[in-house]
């Protein structure tokens, strides 16, 4: 098990309804590990936009038959 430290955050109360709510429906074992699995998620999608955005910086903008071709393999 990874080690796991106590914060105290703030968030909006509708927030904390919807965490409760999968909890209550057993989507999550608890407000914190909702919570927990939130902040992992947010992380990999600013560290993906940073690599998407490094690599258009590198290489240059994306064809419109690339970003088609994207978003048909990834169902958007």
Do not use: Y
């Given at each position: 098990m990874q080690k796991k430290e106590r914060?105290?955050?703030?968030?909006?109360?509708?927030v904390l309804r919807a965490?409760?709510?999968q909890v209550r429906r057993g989507r999550a074992r608890s407000v914190s590990a909702w919570v927990d699995a939130a902040m992992e998620q947010q992380a990999r999608l600013e560290d993906l936009a940073a690599?998407?955005?490094?690599?258009a910086a590198e290489r240059g903008p994306?064809?419109?038959?690339?970003?088609?071709?994207a978003r048909d393999v990834l169902g958007l």
């Open positions: 914060i105290t955050i703030t968030v909006r109360r509708e965490a409760e709510r690599l998407l955005a490094e690599m994306t064809s419109k038959e690339a970003e088609k071709w």
